[in-house]
């Protein structure tokens, strides 16, 4: 069964990059937003597994969304892939409930390897 | 206001994410020395004229001014607009001694200029794969500059904000890229689009 899966990221260039480092084993049903403000709407209304997160967005920031989802006791996947790596967001991130730190530029196989970790195989 | 952007929506929005993640290899340099998290901007890219470049670098009250040119595939100039809030709390961080000379301001200055505006622009040529060198930064005052004889009459600028989170430290920087250099910037773009 397709995996629903959110990408959140501004760029258009990264969300495509991120879509198709996916790894090709799993199916993926993916729902897009451009910002934070879009990712908090589309969760509201459905659940995603999965979500492939950015921190640097207009509207509401990664960072944002982490607390959306932590404020709702949301419990899903979330990965955040982002080009602010220093090790203050990262643990940030962390504490607010991300599962993994990704860095930018994206690394294609660092994507599958924690998208396994993460149990989907 | 800025004229015609002179990139397509696909371009623009490339060229932002490149340097959203050179801005991020800065933040992280700068974050190193002085153990500190450094807040960074969306970056803004826009189109102007000499005259309201100057306007642009004047948004900053009581600021610093530094800027260097750069050479290669790609030339241009970067221009970093450093707030003088804040500065003696990041000299603090840098383990400089209060109170500070006139000497220790400057070096801070250029110190802060280079490693920011080093990081962005090595970060953007790296994943462009164009080759750069900037020269050293030297200080300088837009009162005293004449923009009417920068060598191009629009200039494409990538504007960059960093914060320091626990200063009222802020740094803008501005790169300016000529005509020449734009095409050459618009075809690798295109490139990495394929």
Same mark, same amino acid.
């Given at each position: 069964m397709a995996i629903p899966v959110l990408v959140a990221d501004d760029s258009k260039l990264s969300r495509r990059s991120v879509i198709r480092s996916l790894p090709p084993e799993l199916e993926y049903d993916i729902s897009e937003a451009t910002n934070g403000k879009e990712a908090i709407a589309l969760l509201a209304q459905q659940t995603f597994e999965l979500i492939l997160l950015d921190l640097t967005m207009p509207e509401v920031d990664g960072v944002g969304v982490l607390e959306y989802l932590s404020a709702?006791? &949301?419990?899903?996947? /979330? =990965? /955040?892939i982002s080009a602010d790596f220093q090790p203050e967001k990262q643990r940030i991130v962390l504490s607010l409930g991300?599962?993994?730190? =990704?860095?930018?530029?994206?690394d294609k196989e660092e994507l599958a390897m924690t998208v396994f970790e993460l149990g989907y195989l | 206001m800025s004229i015609v952007l002179p990139l397509d929506e696909e371009q623009r929005d490339a060229l932002q994410e490149l340097l959203n993640i050179s801005m991020g290899q800065a933040a992280n340099s700068l974050a190193q020395l002085i153990e500190t998290k &450094?807040? &960074? @901007? &969306?970056p803004k890219i826009t189109s102007v004229t000499p005259t309201q470049l100057y306007t642009l670098l004047f948004e900053t009250q009581n600021a610093f001014y530094t800027r260097q040119s750069f050479l290669g595939d790609v030339h241009g100039e970067v221009m970093s607009v450093l707030s003088q809030s804040g500065l003696n709390e990041v000299a603090s961080l840098m383990e400089y001694d209060a109170p500070l000379s006139k000497e220790d301001i400057q070096e801070i200055i250029l110190e802060l200029s280079n490693i920011l505006a080093g990081a962005c622009l090595a970060g953007l040529s790296e994943q462009l794969e164009l080759s750069t060198n900037l020269n050293m930064p030297t200080l300088f @005052?837009?009162?005293k500059a004449n923009f009417d004889e920068l060598q191009w009459q629009h200039s494409l600028v990538m504007e960059l904000q960093f914060a320091i989170a626990i200063s009222s430290f802020s740094m803008r920087v501005v790169f300016c890229l000529d005509d020449e250099s734009l095409t050459r910037m618009k075809a690798t773009l295109d490139e990495l689009l394929a």
């Open positions: 709702q006791e &949301i419990k899903t996947n /979330v =990965i /955040v991300a599962k993994r730190f =990704i860095r930018k530029p994206l | &450094i807040d &960074i @901007s &969306i @005052s837009p009162q």
